[in-house]
C-alpha cells in the first residue's frame, strides 16, 4: 500500500515521458491510451476511501536525503484525498478529450506529456506530507502550467499569458519557501501532519502568516494578485478546464485548507482571507458579467469561486468547511464540464463570442444536456451538488451578527452573479433562434462529450446521495482541515420554513435579474474599466518594462567592453579583499614580535640554499625583470613564461611534482596560446603606455603583492590545525582504496570540484579551438567596372 502511494505520485510523470512515443504509435488513439494512466490512479484511490473514512490516515514514505533526515512523505486523509480523486477523476476526462480536441495537431504527444506532468504536480501537491515536498511539487506546477499555457508559442499573448504566470506563481512559491524554512526552524520538522499550536503561539507567527498567505493568494489569484489567471485563457481549452476546475489555481485553497490546524483560528488569519476572498469573489463576478467571450466568462467566475473558497476557509466554522469543501467538488464538477462544453462549441462552431451564438441545442443535443447539467449546479439548484454547498455557506452565518450579516450579502451578492453568468452561458448560445457562425455547427466527438455529461451526472447523481457524501466526503475532509470530529447533517428534505430555503430563492431572483440586465451591466462595467485607465495587469507591464530597462542600463554601466577597466576593477576588489579584513579583524597585529611569535628576522632569513636552488632563484628574478622591462607584448608573454616555469621548479624541489607537472603545462599552453591568439596584433612594435597608466597598475600590483604577503605571514603565525590532513591520511586506504592522498582528495573528497574545474578547463578549451580554427575569409575581388563606349563624334 505504501509504495502504491508513491506510484501515484510519480506515475503520471512516467506517462508523461512516454507521451510523445505513444503518440507516434497510437495516433488516433493516444488520448484513450494514455487516459488509462489518471483512469488508474482514481481507481486505486477509490480504494482509500474506506480505510480514510474509518478515521485513519494512509502514509508513506521514500528515503530522499538520509545524511539530513529528510524523506519523501506522501499522507492521504480526508482533505488530500477528496481533491487526489478530483484531480486525477477529471484528469482522465480532460486526457480523452485533449487527444479529440488536438487530433489534428501535430505536437499532440508533447501537449498531453506536460499534462501529464501537470497532473502529475498537483498530485504530488496534495499527497505530499514534507513542505520541502511540497514546494517541489508546488514549483513544478508552475513549471508545467507555463509550458501548457505558452503551448502554442508563436502567438505573442500565449507567452505573455505564460510568463505572466511563471513570475506571479513563482514570487508565491519562493514565499511558500522561506516559510517552510521557518517553520523547520521553530518546530524542528518537515512533517505537515506532525505540526501543531508551537507556531500560532510563536513570536513569529506573524511572519509565517505571512509568507503563506503571499503563496496561497499568488496561487489561487486573489485580489491584487489574480490579474494572471484570465490571461492564462490563452491556453488550449483542455488547459483551461483542468486548470480551472482541479489543479494550479487549487493549490492555494489546498494550502489555506492544510495550514488551517495550525495557523487559523485568529483574528487576523479570519479578516484577512474573508476581505481578501470577499473582494475576489465581487471582483470576479463583475469581471464574468464585462466580457462577452464564452472563455473569459468562466476564467472570471474561476476568480469569484475562489475567493469564495477562500472566504470560507477564513471563517473556519464547521459549516463554511463543510460548504468549501462540497463547493470544491463541485465548482470542479461544473466548472470543468463548462469549459469542455465551450471547447466543443468554438471547435464545432468556430466562435465563443456570445453575442453571436444562438439556437445551438438543436446541432448539438448532447453538448446542450452537459452544458444544463453544469449550469444547473452553478446556479445552485436542487439535486446538484451546487446547492448543498450554497446552503452550507448559508448555514454557517446564521448569527445575526453585523459582521455575519456584512459576509451574508457579499455571499448573497456573489452567487446572483455567479447564476446569472450561468444563465447567459447556458441560455445565449444553445437556445433562441439560429444565428450564423462562421463554422456550420454540429455535435462534437464522443471524447469531447464524455466529460460534460459524465461530470453532470456524478454531481446529480451524489447530490441525491446525501448520507452517502456527508460520510465520505464531508465527515474526513472537514476533521483532516479543523483536527476534530465532524458530523454531517446533509439531507434532501426542504423545510420551506428555514430562512436558508428562502435565501437560496433571494439567490435565483437575483441572479435572473442579473441575466436580463446583462447587456446593460456589460456596457456600464466596460466604460467604468476605460475610466480606470491603470490596472494590476498593466501595473505588471509597467513595472516589467521597467525592470527590462534597469537590467539595460546596469549591464551597459557593468559590461561597456574596455577590458583594461575589467581588469582594474578586478584588481581592486582583491586589494580590498586582502587589506580590509585584515584591519578590521586585527591581523595586522598578529604579525608584530611577541614572546610566542619570537624574531620575524630569524623566521625571514634565508635558508641555506644549493647552487641549483640559487639557480631557480635567479631564473625567477630573470623573469620578473624582463616582464618589468619587456617593450612589447611578444617579450612579455616569453618572459612571463619564465617566471611560471620557475614557479614550477619551485613546486618540484618541495615535492610536489603533480602541482609542478600541472605548472608546466599551463604555463606552455598559456605562452602558445596567447601568442597564437594575439597573431592578429602587432606583437613587434612598442608598447607605449601613458603614466597614469604605469602609475595605476604599478599600485594595484604593489598593493596585491603587499595583501598576499601579509595574509601568509598571519596564517603562517598560527598554529597549523591538522585535524582536516590527519582525516585525509586516516581514510584515503580504507574509505577511498587509494595510497596517493592528493588523488583522492582531487577525486573523492573533492569529486564535484574537480568536476567543475574539468569543465570549466573544457569550455576553455572548446572557446580556443574555435578561435585557432577561425579564419579570416579571402576577400572577394571586386569585378572590374565595364567601360563605358565613347560615342563616335557626329
Given amino acids: 500500500m505504501d509504495a502504491s502511494i508513491a506510484l501515484v505520485a510519480i506515475a503520471p510523470f512516467v506517462a508523461a515521458l512516454l507521451a510523445p512515443f505513444i503518440h507516434r504509435l497510437a495516433r488516433p488513439y493516444a488520448g484513450w491510451v494514455l487516459a488509462l494512466v489518471p483512469g488508474g490512479i482514481f481507481l486505486f484511490l477509490l480504494t482509500l476511501i474506506e480505510p480514510v473514512v474509518a478515521g485513519g490516515t494512509v502514509s508513506a514514505s521514500i528515503g530522499w536525503v538520509p545524511a539530513y533526515g529528510l524523506e519523501l512523505s506522501f499522507l492521504v486523509d480526508g482533505l488530500s484525498l477528496t481533491f487526489a480523486l478530483t484531480i486525477s477523476g477529471i484528469g482522465t476526462l480532460i486526457v480523452l478529450y485533449s487527444g479529440a480536441y488536438l487530433k489534428t495537431h501535430p505536437h499532440l504527444g508533447r501537449f498531453l506529456g506536460f499534462l501529464l506532468a501537470f497532473m502529475g504536480a498537483m498530485l504530488g501537491l496534495v499527497l505530499a506530507d514534507n513542505m520541502l515536498a511540497l514546494f517541489m511539487f508546488w514549483e513544478l506546477t508552475s513549471v508545467t502550467s507555463f509550458l501548457l499555457i505558452g503551448f502554442d508559442h508563436t502567438r505573442q499573448a500565449a507567452r505573455r499569458g505564460a510568463i505572466q504566470a511563471l513570475v506571479i506563481t513563482n514570487i508565491g512559491g519562493m514565499a511558500l519557501l522561506v516559510g517552510a524554512i521557518v517553520v523547520h526552524h521553530l518546530t524542528g520538522s518537515w512533517e505537515l501532519s506532525a505540526l501543531g499550536g508551537e507556531v500560532r503561539g510563536s513570536g513569529l507567527y506573524g511572519l509565517v502568516l505571512g509568507?503563506?498567505?503571499?503563496?496561497?493568494?499568488?496561487?489561487?489569484?486573489?485580489?491584487?494578485?489574480?490579474?494572471?489567471?484570465?490571461?492564462?485563457?490563452?491556453?488550449?481549452?483542455?488547459?483551461?478546464?483542468?486548470?480551472?476546475?482541479?489543479?494550479?489555481?487549487?493549490?492555494?485553497?489546498?494550502?489555506?485548507?492544510?495550514?488551517?490546524?495550525?495557523?487559523?483560528?485568529?483574528?487576523?488569519?479570519?479578516?484577512?482571507?474573508?476581505?481578501?476572498?470577499?473582494?475576489?469573489?465581487?471582483?470576479?463576478?463583475?469581471?464574468?458579467?464585462?466580457?462577452?467571450?464564452?472563455?473569459?466568462?468562466?476564467?472570471?467566475?474561476?476568480?469569484?469561486?475562489?475567493?469564495?473558497?477562500?472566504?470560507?476557509?477564513?471563517?473556519?466554522?464547521?459549516?463554511?468547511?463543510?460548504?468549501?469543501?462540497?463547493?470544491?467538488?463541485?465548482?470542479?464538477?461544473y466548472k470543468a464540464g463548462l469549459f469542455m462544453v465551450v471547447g466543443a462549441i468554438d471547435h464545432e462552431a468556430g466562435t465563443r463570442d456570445i453575442t453571436i451564438l444562438g439556437g445551438l441545442a438543436d446541432r448539438m443535443p448532447v453538448t446542450f444536456i452537459g452544458a444544463a447539467m453544469a449550469s444547473l449546479a452553478m446556479i445552485g439548484l436542487p439535486?446538484?451538488?451546487?446547492?448543498?454547498?450554497?446552503?452550507?455557506?448559508?448555514?454557517?452565518?446564521?448569527?445575526?451578527?453585523?459582521?455575519?450579516?456584512?459576509?451574508?450579502?457579499?455571499?448573497?451578492?456573489?452567487?446572483?452573479?455567479?447564476?446569472?453568468?450561468?444563465?447567459?452561458?447556458?441560455?445565449?448560445?444553445?437556445?433562441g433562434p439560429v444565428l450564423p457562425t462562421p463554422k456550420l455547427a454540429h455535435e462534437a466527438p464522443i471524447a469531447m462529450l464524455a466529460g460534460p455529461v459524465v461530470l453532470g451526472a456524478a454531481s446529480i447523481v451524489a447530490s441525491v446521495m446525501t448520507d452517502w457524501l456527508g460520510h465520505t466526503l464531508v465527515e474526513p475532509g472537514a476533521a483532516a482541515i479543523l483536527g476534530e470530529a465532524v458530523s454531517s447533517h446533509l439531507t434532501l428534505a426542504i423545510n420551506p420554513a428555514s430562512p436558508l430555503l428562502w435565501l437560496s430563492i433571494a439567490t435565483w431572483a437575483l441572479g435572473y435579474l442579473v441575466y436580463r440586465q446583462a447587456a446593460a451591466m456589460r456596457t456600464l462595467l466596460r466604460r467604468f474599466g476605460a475610466g480606470l485607465g491603470w490596472t494590476a495587469d498593466t501595473v505588471f507591464d509597467a513595472v516589467m518594462f521597467g525592470l527590462i530597462r534597469f537590467s539595460g542600463a546596469v549591464t551597459r554601466l557593468l559590461h561597456h567592453g574596455r577590458l583594461e577597466i575589467y581588469l582594474a576593477t578586478v584588481f581592486v576588489g582583491l586589494a580590498l579583499a586582502l587589506i580590509v579584513p585584515l584591519g578590521v579583524f586585527n591581523g595586522y597585529g598578529a604579525l608584530l614580535p611577541n614572546a610566542d611569535l619570537g624574531n620575524w628576522s630569524a623566521k625571514l632569513s634565508w635558508p641555506q640554499l644549493q647552487p641549483y636552488e640559487w639557480g631557480v632563484i635567479a631564473l625567477a628574478l630573470i623573469g620578473l625583470g624582463a616582464v618589468l622591462l619587456a617593450t612589447n607584448r611578444l617579450v612579455a608573454i616569453l618572459a612571463l613564461g619564465i617566471q611560471g616555469t620557475a614557479v614550477a621548479l619551485i613546486f618540484l624541489m618541495f615535492g610536489a611534482p603533480d602541482l609542478a607537472f600541472t605548472q608546466f603545462m599551463v604555463e606552455v599552453l598559456s605562452v602558445v596560446i596567447l601568442a597564437?591568439?594575439?597573431?592578429?596584433?602587432?606583437?613587434?612594435?612598442?608598447?607605449?603606455?601613458?603614466?597614469?597608466?604605469?602609475?595605476?597598475?604599478?599600485?594595484?600590483?604593489?598593493?596585491?603583492?603587499?595583501?598576499?604577503?601579509?595574509?601568509?605571514?598571519?596564517?603562517?603565525?598560527?598554529?597549523?590545525?591538522?585535524?582536516?590532513?590527519?582525516?585525509?591520511?586516516?581514510?584515503?586506504?580504507?574509505?577511498?582504496?587509494?595510497?596517493?592522498?592528493?588523488?583522492?582528495?582531487?577525486?573523492?573528497?573533492?569529486?564535484?570540484?574537480?568536476?567543475?574545474?574539468?569543465?570549466?578547463?573544457?569550455?576553455?578549451?572548446?572557446?580556443?579551438?574555435?578561435?585557432?580554427?577561425?579564419?579570416?575569409?579571402?576577400?572577394?575581388?571586386?569585378?572590374?567596372?565595364?567601360?563605358?563606349?565613347?560615342?563616335?563624334?557626329?
Avoid at 250 to 271: D, F, H, I, K
Avoid at 399 to 427: I, K, P
Fill in 211 to 333: 509568507l503563506f498567505l503571499v503563496a496561497a493568494f499568488t496561487k489561487s489569484a486573489q485580489v491584487p494578485l489574480h490579474f494572471w489567471l484570465p490571461n492564462a485563457m490563452e491556453a488550449p481549452t483542455p488547459v483551461s478546464a483542468f486548470l480551472h476546475s482541479a489543479t494550479m489555481v487549487q493549490g492555494g485553497v489546498y494550502l489555506l485548507a492544510r495550514t488551517t490546524p495550525w495557523l487559523g483560528g485568529t483574528e487576523a488569519w479570519t479578516w484577512i482571507l474573508v476581505c481578501f476572498g470577499g473582494a475576489t469573489l465581487l471582483w470576479g463576478g463583475l469581471g464574468a458579467l464585462r466580457q462577452n467571450d464564452l472563455k473569459q466568462m468562466l476564467a472570471q467566475t474561476t476568480l469569484a469561486s475562489l475567493g469564495l473558497s477562500v472566504l470560507l476557509i477564513g471563517l473556519g466554522t464547521e459549516a463554511a468547511i463543510a460548504a468549501m469543501l462540497l463547493y470544491f467538488v463541485a465548482h470542479a464538477f
Fill in 676 to 794: 597564437l591568439v594575439m597573431t592578429r596584433l602587432r606583437l613587434d612594435e612598442l608598447d607605449q603606455r601613458p603614466l597614469e597608466d604605469l602609475a595605476r597598475d604599478g599600485t594595484l600590483a604593489l598593493v596585491c603583492g603587499v595583501g598576499v604577503s601579509l595574509l601568509l605571514m598571519v596564517v603562517l603565525s598560527g598554529t597549523l590545525d591538522t585535524r582536516l590532513s590527519d582525516l585525509f591520511t586516516a581514510t584515503s586506504v580504507p574509505i577511498a582504496h587509494g595510497h596517493n592522498i592528493v588523488n583522492v582528495i582531487l577525486v573523492d573528497y573533492r569529486g564535484f570540484d574537480t568536476l567543475g574545474e574539468i569543465s570549466v578547463v573544457m569550455a576553455a578549451g572548446i572557446a580556443i579551438m574555435a578561435l585557432l580554427r577561425r579564419r579570416a575569409k579571402p576577400a572577394v575581388p571586386a569585378a572590374p567596372a565595364p567601360r563605358r563606349r565613347r560615342k563616335a563624334a557626329p
Fill in 383 to 431: 439535486l446538484t451538488l451546487g446547492y448543498f454547498a450554497k446552503e452550507e455557506m448559508y448555514l454557517g452565518l446564521m448569527h445575526w451578527q453585523w459582521s455575519d450579516m456584512a459576509v451574508l450579502l457579499v455571499l448573497l451578492a456573489g452567487n446572483a452573479m455567479l447564476a446569472g453568468v450561468a444563465m447567459l452561458v447556458l441560455v445565449r448560445p444553445f437556445l
